[in-house]
């Protein structure tokens, strides 16, 4: 059974930075464009990223120019680097192939507040 394992949330003033991580265990995992997904209260998941498995990207329209998707194929780990967070990127922060093909992991909380 794939388990996605989210990490690297808190709590960050308006324009901080934090990086989030997501490990994945199993052996596809180089295999699947993966993608990060954030859920706020009372909304629905959106897409926030996406990177192929050779490591193109497209960005929603909201985090584009602040926000940097990577993975590490050997690690088996993507990565979403958030620079100049404002309060409306806070939500759960999750990850998952393009497809949304895995279960959903616990996600990690990121909220951004002064």
């Known amino acids: 059974q794939v388990q996605l394992v989210e990490s690297g949330g808190g709590l960050v003033q308006p324009g901080g930075s934090l990086r989030l991580s997501c490990a994945a265990s199993?052996?596809?995992?180089?295999?699947?464009?993966m993608a990060w997904y954030r859920q706020a209260p009372g909304k629905q998941r959106e897409l926030v990223a996406r990177i192929s498995n050779d490591g193109t990207a497209n960005y929603g329209d909201s985090v584009e120019g602040r926000f940097t998707i990577s993975r590490d194929n050997v690690k088996k780990t993507m990565y979403l680097q958030m620079n100049n967070l404002k309060s409306e990127d806070t939500a759960v922060y999750y990850c998952?192939?393009?497809?949304?093909?895995?279960?959903w992991g616990q996600g990690t909380q990121v909220t951004v507040s002064s």
């Open positions: 199993g052996s596809m995992f180089r295999i699947y464009s």
């Open positions: 998952n192939t393009a497809a949304q093909i895995y279960p």
